[in-house]
């Protein structure tokens, strides 16, 4: 058996590894998103356009 496939050969029922340096699976995404979609009024109108969709569901999901 040539030793450098031995190596790289993951174990039969050994769960797949994170990249070393990978981000925690459990910690929530990092996204930015405009500040008047969030409901803030920085709009030249003074304005906002709150999209409800990002603010309560993928809020939940995001930092």
Known sequence: MDE???VRAP???AAPSAPEGA???TAPLRVG???CLLGQKVRWNAGHE???FLVETVG???E
Do not use: E, H, K, Q
């Open 4 to 6: 450098r496939a031995a």
């Open 60 to 62: 939940r999901f995001v």
């Open 23 to 25: 981000a925690d699976s």
């Open 11 to 13: 174990a039969p029922n």
């Open 50 to 52: 709150r999209d409800s």
């Open 33 to 35: 998103i405009s500040a």
